[in-house]
């Protein structure tokens, strides 16, 4: 059964399990998970700001992208159990030969990228949904600040675990091209997430 599909109770066991999956990756994804889905909630509540038709425009657009985003975010909590998986797999291929050690130096560096490739993706949704935040912030019901306040909080964690995730797995990788082009889109996707939860905290204060 896949984690998404367990209930609270047996999910919040299985990351307390001494299993190495689910970790810190799927436990980002599920945070930035949550935190979309408030600001969804949010976005789709008959009362705005204003009561103006253009906040109702700019939360109806940010409901359908949050959507997505959410959705992604929910993959990405299996996906990256699932990438991790491949890499203790491919640590414990045999190594006694020449060739056995060719062969799993390959397969563990491509597990490692597959390890990295997810939370990058969750950091791109994160700081996606993070934008949203910022329109949902300034539009969205006075009522619900608190919960755009949760959502924020929670992306900010999901974004920033999800780094710590490409930061230990990417130190792994051989290919440097791919570690220096890994990592400075995980700085770029940090400052703008930065820019974006703050100016939505902001905007909850006014």
Do not use: C, W
Not at 86 to 100: F, M
């Amino acid at each position: 059964m896949s984690l998404v599909d367990l209930s609270v109770r047996d999910l919040l066991a299985a990351f307390s399990s001494s299993d190495p999956t689910p970790g810190g990756g799927s436990a980002s994804a599920l945070a930035s998970a949550i935190g979309a889905s408030l600001l969804a909630m949010v976005a789709g509540l008959p009362k705005t700001r204003g009561a103006s038709d253009e906040d109702r425009a700019v939360l109806a657009a940010a409901a359908t992208a949050l959507n997505l985003v959410r959705q992604e975010l929910t993959d990405a909590i299996d996906g990256d159990a699932a990438a991790y998986d491949l890499v203790v797999a491919a640590y414990k291929l045999p190594k006694a030969s020449a060739e056995e050690q060719t062969i799993r130096k390959a397969a563990v560096q491509r597990a490692l990228r597959a390890a990295t490739d997810v939370p990058l993706s969750v950091m791109r949704l994160s700081s996606h949904a993070l934008d949203q935040a910022r329109l949902i912030a300034a539009h969205g019901h006075r009522a619900a600040r608190s919960d755009v306040g949760v959502a924020v909080v929670l992306l900010r964690a999901g974004l920033h675990g999800a780094r710590l995730n490409i930061e230990i797995n990417a130190g792994a990788v051989s290919d440097a091209a791919y570690v220096d082009a890994v990592k400075a889109e995980a700085g770029v996707l940090s400052e703008r997430a930065g820019r974006a939860a703050d100016a939505a905290e902001a905007s909850l204060r006014q």
